[in-house]
T-cell receptor, first 116, second 115 residues
Framework: GAVVSQHPSRVICKSGTSVKIECRSL??????MFWYRQFPKQSLMLMAT?????????EQGVEKDKFLINHASLTLSTLTVTSAHPEDSSFYIC????????????FGEGSRLTVL | AQSVTQLGSHVSVSEGALVLLRCNYS??????LFWYVQYPNQGLQLLLK??????LVKGINGFEAEFKKSETSFHLTKPSAHMSDAAEYFC?????????????FGPGTRLSVLP
């Protein structure tokens, strides 16, 4: 099956620094990847759609200058949280569509960001 | 537009008892429907999916779900709960026309399994 891997799984950083999270499709090419944010005991909130070779599409209310998304290859998308603040602490999850047309999404393991 | 509701944010069952997690959807086009499970501090794992064909779908770990168009439901069941089933469960609906471009999650149901 399709495998999506995220790295790092946990990261702690100081306020004001930037953090990069990687999302890789290991055994398939993903022209589209999705980034979500999940608050404790809540559902996933779609942040943006990452398209290979073009600019990401951000959901309403998501700051594109705060959350930089780069999808430079068919197997890698990155989310950079710039000038992180404690309110950016959250669980971030990426997903990708497989090569089938059934609309199924494959998810990474998630990355827990803690900003001190 | 599509939407998903999950009745009951928290469901508790005894080990060995029937598990029933409810999901109702709204979709203007024939939907693709999914159930995902999330364990603490992990991503989502697909349990099962309905696209076309047989309306009773079997998934991993003994779970199954039935697509009922007339009731716009896709409830998840398991005959006998196991302690390892304790997790968060998300129902989701996808727009088949866009090959999953529009993927909407329900709010989730936390399943607790009591010994």
């Amino acid at each position: 099956g399709a495998v999506v891997s995220q790295h790092p799984s946990r990261v702690i950083c100081k306020s004001g620094t930037s953090v990069k999270i990687e999302c890789r499709s290991l055994d398939f090419q993903a022209t589209t990847m999705f980034w979500y944010r999940q608050f404790p005991k809540q559902s996933l909130m779609l942040m943006a759609t990452s398209n290979e070779g073009s600019k990401a599409t951000y959901e309403q209310g998501v700051e594109k200058d705060k959350f930089l998304i780069n999808h430079a290859s068919l197997t890698l998308s990155t989310l950079t949280v710039t000038s992180a603040h404690p309110e950016d602490s959250s669980f971030y999850i990426c997903s990708a569509r497989g090569t089938s047309n059934t609309g199924e999404l494959f998810f990474g393991e998630g990355s827990r960001l803690t900003v001190l | 537009a599509q939407s998903v509701t999950q009745l009951g944010s928290h469901v508790s069952v005894s080990e060995g008892a029937l598990v029933l997690l409810r999901c109702n959807y709204s979709s203007s086009v024939p939907p693709y429907l999914f159930w995902y499970v999330q364990y603490p501090n992990q991503g989502l794992q697909l349990l099962l999916k309905y696209t076309t064909g047989a309306t009773l779908v079997k998934g991993i770990n003994g779970f199954e779900a039935e697509f009922k168009k007339s009731e716009t439901s896709f409830h998840l069941t398991k005959p006998s709960a196991h302690m390892s089933d304790a997790a968060e469960y998300f129902c989701a609906v996808s727009d088949w026309r866009n090959y999953g471009q529009n993927f909407v999650f329900g709010p989730g149901t936390r399943l607790s399994v009591l010994p």
